[in-house]
């Protein structure tokens, strides 16, 4: 167990629709990274929170939102879904900066499947 | 934009033997770290071991050690004595030093270990 815990771990659901996908951190981390894994894209940086403040956007597109909350647990938001949305969704929750084995390296959570039918 | 090659899709490597996955960079940046993550069957991406750049000896983690060239922009990572566990996809990754922190991952070594 990562300590970065993502629900729901499964997700099968139709074009059109809108899925949630959650994320709570590892205690004590403040930085929250959304990513996607496809087949044909591979590992893509979707967008980064720190302490419920958006800190970069990478390739998210306008259909996909994100917030982190102020018990710092963080959401995904996909609608419009199409079938090239179906992916793997990781959480990553970072270290605090500084020193040490656990800083600034990213901890990723088991990942929410998708699947758009 | 810093960017993460990987030119070995996949590898195989023999049980108790030693194989190395390369890995280059490309950046303008002197602060990064570079990461070597493994996604074993089960999805979950692991972090294997990690280099900063303003040092100059190559990290190591039990039977985990890179080779890291800074001049060369290389960051390969050798397991020696392989066990059937480490079968997996190895992704290498850059991260800035700046306040973005975002991982740019190369597109993966599929590494098969025959017993």
């Known amino acids: 167990d990562s300590g970065v815990t993502q629900t729901p771990k499964h997700l099968i659901t139709a074009t059109g629709q809108r899925v949630t996908l959650r994320c709570s951190p590892r205690s004590g981390d403040l930085s929250v990274y959304w990513y996607q894994q496809s087949l044909d894209q591979g590992l893509q940086f979707l967008i980064h929170y720190y302490n419920g403040e958006e800190r970069a956007k990478g390739n998210i597109l306008e259909r996909f939102s994100a917030q982190q909350f102020p018990d710092l647990h963080s ?25 040490g084995p656990g800083a600034n390296v990213l901890t990723f959570g088991a990942g929410s499947r998708l699947t758009v039918l | 934009a810093q960017t993460v090659t990987q030119s070995q899709p996949e590898m195989s490597v023999q049980e108790a033997e030693t194989v190395t996955l390369s890995c280059t960079y490309d950046t ?29 000896q190559n990290a190591t983690e039990n039977r985990f050690s890179v080779n890291f060239q800074k001049a060369a922009k290389s960051f390969s990572l050798k397991i020696s004595d392989s066990q059937l566990g480490d079968a997996a996809m190895y992704f290498c990754a850059y991260r800035s030093g700046g306040a973005t922190n975002k991982l740019i ?3 993966g070594t599929l590494l098969a270990v025959q017993p």
């Open chain 1, 75 to 99: 959401e995904l938001n996909l609608s419009s879904l199409e079938l090239g949305d179906s992916a793997l969704y990781f959480c990553a929750s970072r270290g605090r900066t500084g020193l």
């Open chain 2, 28 to 56: 303008s940046e002197s602060d990064y770290y570079l990461f070597w993550y493994k996604q074993p069957p089960s999805r979950q991406m692991i972090l294997v071991i990690r280099q900063e750049a303003y040092k100059q």
């Open chain 2, 105 to 107: 991952f190369g597109t």
